[in-house]
């Protein structure tokens, strides 16, 4: 009888809400075209990188999750898991992982959706966990910007759009627990939140201005089905307790120990782990406790760099730690290091090419001043821990020009769905 109730009165809630803002239901024409930018962005995935560096279909692909109308919204599978189970005594903080949703397009290509939950200028609480933190939609735009200046490609197509929230989530979605959490504030603003922190914190929700709210979206990968992905835990995991410290934080020659496990004794899947502690440490990133890769490229594959929203938050800390795979196996791939000799360059400052590319998002200024230049600063310290490790070591066993990096860095080859 409770739950009868309970649906009765979500229903009556929508109703009066969509009465109170006029509300009408459209419905967007359907039609599935192989030309889709989502379709041949999934085509060109390549054992080189989620896409290749002269391929059009990546600002295409962009331009659509832009403008597109969605035809549906939903909670992702793993909010859908933590629905129900909602224990309110653990919420300790307000957690972005809360607040993400799947919204689908008139193309039938879909993207995750975070929306807004801290102004640019804010920075993150110094005494917040990394694993309590917000997630922050610009992050994610920034950090598929820079992971794509720095020629890793392993970020998928990521764009910051204003979402009316009424017409592009609340109108289209089917799901009756996410109308059941959206409402009118007294200053007549559309929010909702995740049903969990709605029970017990309403403090945390999301709103509209009065409709429009700010959001990343980021391209879905193809289908598990099409292309299997590992999930493995990242070696140099930190603890996700308040107290605590895990074997890396206290043995300067973990490193060694990794190295002799499979399969960092045996390919290149150490220097990708480095590749991506470099990524996290120049973006902030703590929260990397795992890394996915697709089965078919095999153990020399590339780790996708996935769910980067807790990147960005404090311009003025570096997080030394999070280089401790460069620091304490002191190995580094060509590539990545001429392309950080690069962009350290006056000519080719990284704080400049980000600022220029970013210019490109809606959403811009994506990054506050001080973040940005943040980035010279952090580079500044990779660089100077690789010519410490070079002086130590020697750079012949430093600097690794593995036979996989001198093959043709963008043939197109090997690809994903072939």
Known sequence: M???A???????RHKIYKEQFN???WDPPLQLRPEASWVQFHLGINSHGLYSRSSPVVSKLLHDMRHFPTISADYSQDEKALLGACD?????????????LVLRFSDFGKAMFKPMRQQREEETPE???????????????????????????????TVGRLVNVTKEILEVTKNEILQSV?????????????????????????????HLLEGSLSAFLPSLNLAPRLSVPNPWIRSYSLSGKEEWELNPLYCDTVKQIYPYNSSNRLLGIIDMAIFDFLIGNMDRHHYEMFTKFGDDGYLIHLDNARGFGRHSQDEISILAPLSQCCMIKQKTLLHLQLLAQADYR????????????Q??????????????????????????????????????DSPAQRSAPDSGQANLTS
């Open 88 to 100: 309110c005594s653990q919420i300790v903080k307000p957690s972005g992982v809360h607040l993400k």
């Open 182 to 210: 959206f409402f009118v504030s007294p200053a007549n603003n559309v929010c909702f939140f995740a049903k969990c922190p709605y029970m017990c914190k309403t403090e945390y929700a999301v709103c509209g201005n009065p």
């Open 2 to 4: 409770k739950e009868k």
């Open 363 to 400: 959403l811009a200024p994506v990054l506050t001043e001080p973040h940005l230049l943040a980035l010279d600063r952090r580079l500044q310290i990779i660089l100077k821990t690789v010519e410490d490790c070079i002086e130590a070591h020697g750079e012949q066993r430093v600097v690794a």
């Open 23 to 25: 509300l009408t239901s």
């Open 127 to 157: 005494n917040f966990f990394y694993f309590i933190d917000f997630q922050r939609h610009n992050a994610e735009v920034a950090a598929f910007h820079l992971d794509r200046i720095l020629d890793f490609r392993r970020v998928p197509p």
């Open 350 to 361: 990284l704080s400049d090419v980000m600022r220029e590319s970013l210019l490109e998002d």
């Open 6 to 12: 309970e649906r009765k009165s979500t229903v009556r």
